[in-house]
């Protein structure tokens, strides 16, 4: 079967989800890579006293949950990044599984901000795929912690470690590896870690992860770099277009609408854009839609795109709304204090966690804007880099050493 197949089913299955199993989050930013909850929504209101379970994670992390049926699967490292680990929870109770230590050694250098687990998993549901850049590589392990294969994946040069997500095709991993030297995007082989086909792309930092759509009967590798967005073809590798963006540093992770636009925020400071999909070579000129400049914030969350609304937090608390149609700001208002975990969306409401664990409910067609304000009561030395994961009705929310499960309780 075709890539493109296996995906465009995937898609109809995560619209059709029969009642008697939950849907899939099998990776960033969810079943389709753009944040919004597509199946029974959570509760958007809460308090500890939503609280199903919470447990303490062994060693520290920020790489968001991903889930299928029975299995929470996530990433951590312990001695300072020499040990890297990758570990399997009961979905019902917390409890741990498995767990791995997928590498060991001298762990290279990494941001403060960062560390050494911040990519998140993706899981086919038979197996599981954790990457750790420098440290190993990819690694693939049964769902029940049998390590399939790993894949060495070189040195990436940078003083700020890694955190791109690996993707899942019906036959491919496929792994954005930007770095100083030797970039490439890759796609290898989710059965026998081989490298099917490896793409060069240019030596600069990134951590974006790929988004994959659907288009022309093609599947697309969407990615955010250092100069702009590119597009490959996810079956091959081969490069199909190219968007100038502005003013650099491949972060965010393009975020998609229903109207098949893209919409782009750079790491650094620079203008925001939208890009029709489609052409060939350098599309700046003629598929770029709009470009609106942001004068403050770097190293920002992925947007979230919410009916018309695209909204933007910078890592400071201050979230903009930006019309999608032209890009025209809409409103901007400070919301709260640090946020670098990307947002989801549900029920038409985007949620923000600030790193102190505030869970900010946003409604960006309200004239009161913030709806609501969660909060789990979590132990003051805990920092909330990772993203919300949406399952059957209730949340994780992941803290650098606790995993908490949100469900309907009493608010």
Request: net charge neutral.
């Amino acid at each position: 079967m075709p890539v493109r197949c296996f995906t465009l089913g995937w898609l109809f299955f995560a619209m059709t989800t029969v009642v008697s199993a939950a849907e899939p989050w099998p990776q960033w930013r969810g079943p389709h890579g753009d944040g919004h909850v597509t199946e029974t929504v959570p509760p958007l209101a809460w308090s500890a006293n939503n609280l199903t379970w919470k447990v303490a994670l062994p060693g520290n992390g920020q790489s968001s949950p991903v889930i299928w049926d029975d299995r929470i699967f996530l990433t951590s490292y312990e001695n300072l990044g020499a040990e890297r680990l990758v570990f399997a929870l009961d979905r019902a109770t917390g409890k741990l599984l498995w767990k791995q230590t997928a590498w060991t050694g001298t762990p290279e250098p990494s941001h403060k901000m960062n560390g050494w687990a911040s990519a998140t998993c993706a899981t086919d549901g038979e197996r599981v795929y954790a990457f750790f850049g420098r440290g190993g590589g990819l690694f693939c392990y049964s769902r029940d912690g049998e390590k399939l294969w790993d894949l060495p994946l070189g040195e990436f040069a940078g003083p700020w470690g890694t955190a791109a997500c690996p993707i899942l095709t019906e036959s491919l991993v496929i792994q954005n590896c930007d770095a100083e030297g030797d970039a490439k995007l890759i796609g290898v082989d989710k059965f026998t870690g081989k490298i099917v086909w490896s793409t060069p792309r240019e030596n600069q930092r990134g951590w974006s992860t790929p988004l994959l759509i659907p288009f022309n009967g093609k599947l697309q590798a969407v990615l955010n770099g250092h100069t702009g967005t590119r597009s490959y073809d996810a079956e091959t590798g081969k490069e199909l277009w190219f968007c100038p963006g502005y003013n650099g540093r491949g972060e965010p992770t393009v975020t998609p609408n229903a109207a098949g636009h893209l919409f782009v925020v750079n790491g650094l400071t620079g203008d925001i854009y939208a890009i029709r999909n489609g052409g060939s070579g350098n599309v700046g000129q003629t598929h770029r839609l709009w470009h609106t400049p942001r004068k403050s914030g770097r190293d920002l969350p992925s947007p979230a795109v919410v009916g018309s609304h695209l909204l933007v937090m910078a890592m400071k608390g201050i979230l903009t709304s930006y019309n999608t149609a032209d890009g025209a700001v809409e409103w901007e208002e400070r919301i709260g204090s640090n946020f670098s975990a990307s947002p989801v969306v549900a029920n038409g409401k985007a949620l923000f966690v600030s790193e102190d664990g505030e869970a900010v409910v946003v409604d960006p067609a309200a004239s009161q804007r913030v709806v609501r304000r969660n909060n789990v009561s979590p132990a003051q030395d805990e920092i909330f880099r990772a993203s919300l994961t949406a399952h059957d009705g209730e949340w994780l929310l992941r803290s650098d050493k606790t995993l908490f499960c949100i469900g309907r309780g009493k608010p």
